[in-house]
């Protein structure tokens, strides 16, 4: 029976594929298996894990007809995962197939999820530092890193009904904010195998940021939006009162009051409108909370 299936998103890593299955077929008992992900790879890691599929029982290959990204490579291993655990791990052999036992014995212990801290120099140590401070301010996290090798029950990739493109990056923090039990180990980083990084340039480091804030939003705003809304609506309101009140005050005492006039009137309709706001965020809100509970009744009804 397998226990722990490890999941393996690759895109154009023909010069790592060889070396990745020769560590697995030494370091994995025979309750795991390794299931690799093509990526729409237009070079040949498709082939090559093909080939090294007929030798290792243990290896499963699935393809994707084009390029999807991380996040939809690790769901498509997840519905091909045999195991009751899940472990993603990087195919350019950065992280040591050594401490993927570590990660196991974790959710054995009770975890749901078991995330990697970074240890070692490594490019983007900088940025990533930054990101992963962020991140603990904006969910309020104790991790300290949240895009690093992850292990985590499969049950809780399901939790997450609909992941968008690049949240495989968040699903420590979506996890968190559903209730699951989070622990962290310490792991070596280490040089690439070979080839150069597919799924990192500077431009997704932007896009991690946007979709940061993004899914900040979604877990804090659109969890209480006639809250967060209606208090800036009534907020914004207040001050058009309080602008209206110096108006007639000047006016009173016979100065020019038009402009401040023009203000009383943009705050008290601006108020009002994010006012309004919140009522169709609440709206949104219950709509979504639905559609959710309808997703995971019938992704239940499919197991």
């Not at 490890?6 to 390794?34: C, G, H, M, R, T």
């Not at 195991?83 to 009770?110: M, T």
């Amino acid at each position: 029976m397998i226990k722990c299936s490890i999941i393996v998103p690759a895109y154009n890593e023909e010069e790592n594929i060889n070396a990745l299955v020769s560590v697995f077929s030494q370091k994995l008992s025979p309750d795991y298996e390794v299931i690799i992900v093509d990526d729409g790879s237009s070079d040949k890691t498709y082939a090559l894990s093909v080939e090294a599929a007929v030798k290792h029982k243990f290896l499963k290959v699935v393809k994707h007809k084009r390029n999807l990204g991380k996040t939809e490579a690790i769901i498509t291993g997840a519905n091909a995962a045999s195991g009751e655990y899940l472990v993603i791990f990087d195919a350019d052999l950065q992280y040591s197939a050594d401490d993927i036992p570590r990660f196991v014995q974790e959710l054995d212990n009770g975890a749901d999820m078991c995330v990697g801290w970074k240890q070692g120099h490594y490019d983007k140590r900088l940025v990533s530092g930054i990101y992963n401070k962020l991140a603990q301010k904006i969910f309020g996290l104790k991790v300290h890193d949240i895009n690093a090798m992850k292990g985590f029950r499969k049950e809780l990739l399901w939790d997450m009904v609909s992941l968008r493109k690049d949240w495989h990056r968040y699903l420590v923090p979506l996890a968190a904010d559903k209730g699951y039990r989070i622990s962290e180990l310490k792991v070596q980083l280490y040089p690439r195998h070979a080839g150069t990084p597919k799924y990192q340039s500077l431009f997704r480091v932007f896009i991690g940021m946007f979709d940061l804030l993004a899914v900040g939003f979604q877990i804090r705003i659109m969890r209480k939006p006639m809250f967060y809304l209606g208090l800036l609506g009534f907020f914004t309101m207040s001050l058009g009162v309080v602008a209206g009140i110096v108006a007639l005050v000047l006016r009173i005492f016979g100065y020019g009051f038009r402009p401040l006039l023009y203000l009383v009137i943009l705050l008290i309709l601006a108020g009002l409108l994010i006012f309004g706001f919140g009522f169709v965020g609440e709206a949104v809100a219950h709509i979504s909370e639905r559609i959710e509970r309808i997703e995971k009744e019938v992704k239940k009804s499919h197991k």
